[in-house]
C-alpha cells in the first residue's frame, strides 16, 4: 500500500524538524503549493547543493595553488613558514577571523608546503586578495599566476574582484556544509563566478569543469 503524499510530508518534516523545513514550507505558501511542494523543493536543494561541491572543489585548489605560486616566487617553497612573510600578515586581536593564527596552527602541524595549503582555512586565500598584499605579491605576480585575467584592467581592479568572488562563493559554500537552503541565490551567477575564477588559472581545465558539471541542468529542474 502506497504511503499517502501528506504522510511523508509529514514524517519528513518531523525527521527534519519543523524549523528547518519551515523556510521551504513559507516559500511553497507563498506560491500556493502544499506541503509536498515543500518537501521537493528541499530535495532539489539538496541535490543542487551536491552538484555545486566539483566545481567548488576545483575552484579552491585552482586559487590556492595560484596564491602559492605566487608566494613561493616571494619566500621560496617553504613559505608558510618564512618569517618575512608571517610578518606580511594583519595581526587581528579580538573576534573574527585571524590569518596569522590560522597559518601558524596549520604550519605546527605540518611537514610540508602541501600540507599547509590544504589545510588552511577557504578565507585564508580570499585575505589573501586584500590591498595590503598588492605591492609586494601582486603586482609582480598577479598575471603571471592567473594569466588569463583582462589585462586591460588594473593590478588592484582585478584583485579586488577576484577578492570580492572569493567572499561570494566562500558564503554559498559555508550555506552548503551547514545544509542551508540555496535556492533564493542566483546560482546560475555562482556558476558563473566560479567558472570565471578557474578559467583564470587555466581555460582548459574551466573547459573540463563545465563538461562535467550538472549544476545547470539541475537549475531547469526546479519545482517551481
Request: net charge positive; charged share 20%.
Amino acid at each position: 500500500m502506497q504511503v499517502a503524499v501528506v504522510q511523508i510530508a509529514g514524517a519528513v518534516r518531523n525527521t527534519l524538524s519543523a524549523a528547518r523545513l519551515g523556510t521551504y514550507e513559507a516559500i511553497a505558501a507563498a506560491a500556493g503549493r502544499d506541503a509536498e511542494a515543500a518537501v521537493a523543493l528541499y530535495a532539489w536543494n539538496a541535490q543542487i547543493s551536491g552538484a555545486l561541491l566539483p566545481p567548488l572543489h576545483l575552484c579552491e585548489v585552482a586559487i590556492r595553488n595560484a596564491v602559492s605560486d605566487a608566494l613561493e616566487a616571494l619566500y621560496g617553497a617553504r613559505w608558510p613558514w618564512n618569517p618575512t612573510f608571517e610578518r606580511s600578515l594583519p595581526r587581528q586581536s579580538g573576534p573574527g577571523y585571524n590569518a596569522l593564527a590560522d597559518l601558524q596552527q596549520v604550519r605546527n602541524k605540518a611537514t610540508s608546503t602541501g600540507q599547509v595549503i590544504t589545510e588552511l582555512k577557504f578565507v585564508f586565500w580570499e585575505k589573501m586578495f586584500t590591498s595590503r598584499h598588492d605591492g609586494r605579491v601582486w603586482n609582480p605576480h598577479l598575471l603571471r599566476v592567473l594569466p588569463n585575467l583582462d589585462q586591460t584592467k588594473t593590478v588592484a581592479a582585478l584583485r579586488l574582484e577576484i577578492h570580492n568572488d572569493l567572499n561570494n562563493i566562500r558564503l554559498l559554500r559555508n550555506r552548503i556544509a551547514h545544509h542551508e537552503p540555496v535556492l533564493q541565490r542566483n546560482l546560475q551567477n555562482d556558476l558563473g563566478i566560479i567558472t570565471r575564477l578557474v578559467e583564470s588559472r587555466c581555460q582548459v581545465s574551466s573547459g573540463w569543469m563545465m563538461g562535467f558539471q550538472q549544476v545547470q541542468s539541475l537549475i531547469g529542474t526546479k519545482p517551481f
